[in-house]
């Protein structure tokens, strides 16, 4: 009876609590004339976002709302890929037999696993990029493609050119084109596995699916008379901007490269431990087996020290989206920073943040959806 | 150990001479060698830019001219002299709590009739050696006599407050009070002992005399209510005392620098904790609506990143509180930072609360303890003691997370970097150096701390086998 009512105390303090604070917060607006709904994503921004031209200040709030995600999972998806191969090959790195290498990778992850990741981006912000030995992109240099009189890469401080795809027309057709050619190629995959269970043929699924999808991609690409052309990097007159090819500017690749070095060395910690956590027993296994290394590692180490992995590894990217944020230091035209200048314009700032929040919820959600799925299907299936 | 478990063979150390270990360390195999090859250069390399930047082209005046503004930011330089207590009373805090610490180990083992294991001085050094070194960097960069004087003062009161070993076992507890007074008094030096911090001192030396007055000789009940009495008492003395007072200082909205990192982390770490204890226990209660709340609050805070958190506390929690109330940005951001890592550390204990076999509960049930005195006494220790270590590591994210105070334009130990990039000297030269200059700062406290998780990990691993 008195535990029930001292629990109940409990909520009613909570409740009581949130009631003053809302209760302040619903009379401070009222006193300010401050709404609480969300017309303002209709109104303009009122600021230009960098490198993004098409987007000017009579945009609505709502659309920098869109492009605030867009750069938000770009630097995510860059960095998680970044910090997923680094970091396998450090962790591997450091149970290697070779002094050199496992030192380096030992003296890596006790360097960036120990500073604040918003060291590391800054860093590169501007030490590496503004302030860094790159000149200015009026004196960018442009290294060109050899014999061909191209430009292959514009280096700079603030952007760099590299080649991109561009569209001739008929990229409609292309792209249903290179659908059906993945279609085909999932197809090819499952009939291979299919005749590899059934007769025991070796299933060579990974060259089947890969020459059947170029297959269908360069037939296709040829019938559409080139529906895509390289895009190579050239500067504009002035020098000011690049003009055409794929440009990617220092916000982004400061976030996404510093996020992508820092998880690496969490991310190494887990493959290493995984790995270790691995009975010796199949190493020794797998050795009586007169298994290669190689075939060691892909076939019996790997497999079992992945389902260890991925549970955390599934943290660490939730991590490394959520320090996306972290642009807001440097700049980069992220949801952070996009919410932070609006608030700065006057943008109500509760409903700022609460959109703010439920995106990052939105990301955390989608991408632990994701990798869960991943994780089910890597775990042992006990029959 | 069970017989299905084979243990690697451990590596046989090499016999013979250094060619014997490069070659089966550095080129045991063909791969391993072409490893070796294409590393060798590449380091090479890296280690001749490295000593360029360091001891050739680095712009190392940008920390020598600005080594105050990088500890102590904007805090005014006038008022410098209660920094130097601070640190001096900080490292007597500190002598005391090793040096009791160590004599309630010596009283442990005893006891225990274990043989002693005195830790060397070398040990610490050792221990601490990534701390040590950045004072050292520090004291080489400096300019001026005083940090050395500081540093001098540092560790004469040290080893003063180290002189708390010889306290008699019997007051034991006085040793971990005074220890607790020198921090709290440290930080009042410089923040003033005005408004409530009468408060924290209080609660320190009535848990002091709680802890000190045992009355050995009263029966039971009666002992209680006799160090209940002279808790109050020494509440009531402080009251008194700090009424007499007049110590105004200066509040740490003005802080900032290496000072401001330090202390507002250790308020995260401080006030975290027991947050994140009545959440973890809040999230196992049998009630429903409490689970609940727990769940959906600490779901929530685990979902969004700090920053949100920040932008909250500085554009939100105005609002949220009566007109006039204004904390100012500094406390707000604290009470951020508590909040997220408190959803954090209360995951971490629910893990320890997990880890505790059934049979513990049952048996404290079967012995007719009450829910509460079960969990204080038998569930918590064990709990706690387990997750140290991972808790430790939140600690040292919440440190390395302090420098996200800059976003907020509150000029901590990075933050400052925009104060020393706006002398006209320094506007687009010398990043790099700042930056290293504050990655090693950080890289030094964390590293220490990390290292001391890892040895907690070891020793309590050791006592579970």
Do not use: C
Not at chain 1, 50 to 58: L, V
Not at chain 1, 223 to 236: E, F, K, R, T
Not at chain 2, 152 to 169: C, D, E, K, V, Y
């Amino acid at each position: 009876m008195l535990r029930v009512a001292g629990q109940v105390a409990a909520v009613v303090v909570v409740f009581l609590i949130l009631q003053w604070l809302i209760g302040n917060l619903v009379t401070n607006y009222g006193r300010l004339n401050i709404s609480f709904d969300f017309g303002f994503l209709n109104q303009p921004t009122q600021f230009q976002i960098a490198n993004h031209p098409q987007f000017n200040p009579r945009s609505p709030v709502w659309r920098m709302v869109l492009v605030g995600v867009k750069n938000t999972a770009l630097a995510g998806v860059f960095g998680i890929a970044l910090a997923g191969v680094l970091g396998l090959i450090i962790g591997i790195g450091r149970l290697s037999q070779n002094w050199l290498a496992a030192k380096l990778s030992a003296a890596y992850v006790e360097f960036f696993r120990n500073i604040p990741p918003l060291v590391v981006i800054v860093f590169f912000a501007f030490a590496v990029f503004l302030y860094g030995p790159l000149p200015n992109l009026r004196q960018a240099i442009e290294i060109p493609l050899f014999g061909t009189g191209r430009t292959a890469l514009i280096l700079s401080n603030a952007e760099w050119g590299v080649p991109g795809m561009r569209s001739t027309g008929n990229l409609l057709a292309f792209g249903v084109s290179a659908l059906v050619a993945v279609v085909a190629a999932a197809v090819v995959w499952r009939w291979r596995t299919r005749l590899n269970e059934r007769s025991g043929e070796p299933h060579h699924r990974v060259l089947w699916s890969l020459g059947v999808l170029l297959a269908i991609l360069v037939v296709s690409y040829v019938a559409l008379g080139g529906p895509l052309v390289i895009d190579w990097p050239q500067l504009s007159e002035n020098r000011r901007r690049i003009a055409s090819g794929f440009s990617i500017n220092s916000g982004f690749m400061s976030v996404a490269g510093a996020l992508g070095l820092y998880t690496a060395s969490h991310v190494a910690e887990i493959i290493r431990g995984s790995i270790l956590a691995v009975p010796w027993g199949q190493t020794e296994a797998s050795f009586a087996l007169a298994l290669t290394n190689f075939q060691r590692y892909r076939f019996v180490v790997l497999p079992q020290a992945m389902r260890i992995a991925v549970p955390p590894l599934i943290n660490q990217a939730l991590n490394l989206i959520k320090n996306t944020s972290l642009a807001a230091a440097v700049g980069y035209a992220e949801i952070t920073t996009l919410t932070q200048t609006s608030i700065g314009n006057g943008r109500p700032a509760v409903q700022s943040v609460v959109i703010l929040m439920v995106v990052y919820l939105g990301f955390s959600l989608l991408v632990s959806l994701i990798l869960n799925i991943v994780n089910r299907r890597l775990q042992l299936v006990t029959r | 150990m069970t017989a299905s478990t084979l243990e690697p063979s451990p590596v046989q150390a090499p016999v013979g001479g250094p060619l014997t270990w490069v070659r089966s360390r550095l080129f045991p195999n063909l791969r391993s060698s072409i490893l070796t090859v294409l590393l060798t250069p590449l380091l090479a390399y890296a280690l001749y830019r490295a000593v360029l930047f360091f001891f050739v082209n680095g712009r190392w005046d940008v920390v020598t001219r600005n080594l105050t503004l990088f500890m102590q930011g904007t805090y005014p330089r006038d008022q410098q002299w209660r920094i130097v207590t601070q640190i001096i009373v900080l490292a007597f805090a500190f002598g005391v709590g090793a040096a009791t610490s160590a004599a309630s180990q010596v009283d442990a083992a005893r006891e225990a009739g274990l043989p002693v294991v005195k830790q060397g001085f070398l040990s610490v050094l050792k221990r601490f050696w990534s701390v040590i070194a950045f004072v050292l960097l520090l004291l080489y960069f400096a300019n001026t006599a005083t940090p050395w004087l500081v540093m001098g003062g540092a560790i004469a009161a040290f080893a003063l407050g180290s002189l708390a070993r010889f306290i008699p076992r019997r007051f034991r507890s006085v040793g971990w009070t005074l220890s607790v007074l020198a921090l709290v008094a440290a930080f009042q030096v410089v923040a003033g002992t005005v408004g409530y911090s009468w408060m924290i001192t209080a609660v320190v030396l009535a848990a002091g005399a709680w802890s000190a007055f045992k009355f050995e000789g009263v029966e039971g009940r009666r002992a209680v209510v006799y160090r209940g009495l002279a808790a109050v008492a020494a509440a009531v003395v402080t009251y008194l005392v700090y009424m007499q007072l007049v110590f105004p200082g200066v509040g740490w909205d003005h802080w900032s620098g290496l000072h401001l990192t330090l202390w507002v982390s250790a308020f995260a770490i401080v006030l975290s904790f027991p947050l994140g204890l009545i959440l973890a226990l809040a999230r196992r209660s049998s009630f429903p609506v409490l689970r609940w709340l727990a769940t959906g609050y600490i779901e929530l805070i685990r979902g969004v990143p700090l920053i949100t958190l920040l932008f909250m506390g500085q554009y939100i929690l105005g609002f949220m509180l009566p007109q006039g109330t204004d904390p100012s940005s500094i406390t707000r951001a604290i009470t951020a930072m508590a909040l997220f890592t408190a959803a954090y550390v209360a995951e971490i204990v629910r893990g320890g609360l997990q880890s505790i076999p059934h049979g513990q509960t049952e048996a404290a049930l079967a012995l007719g303890l009450p829910t509460g005195k079960m969990m204080r006494m038998i569930i918590l220790p064990q709990a706690l003691r387990a997750v140290i270590p991972a808790l430790v590591g939140q600690f040292i994210s919440i440190f390395k997370d302090s420098s996200l105070l800059e976003i907020i334009a509150i000029d901590e130990f990075l933050g400052v970097r925009s104060l020393v990039h706006a002398q006209a000297d320094f506007r687009v030269v010398a990043h790099a150096e700042t930056l290293v200059f504050v990655a090693i700062g950080y890289w030094a406290f964390a590293y220490a701390m990390s290292r001391e998780s890892q040895r907690l990990e070891v020793r309590l691993r050791a006592g579970r086998k």
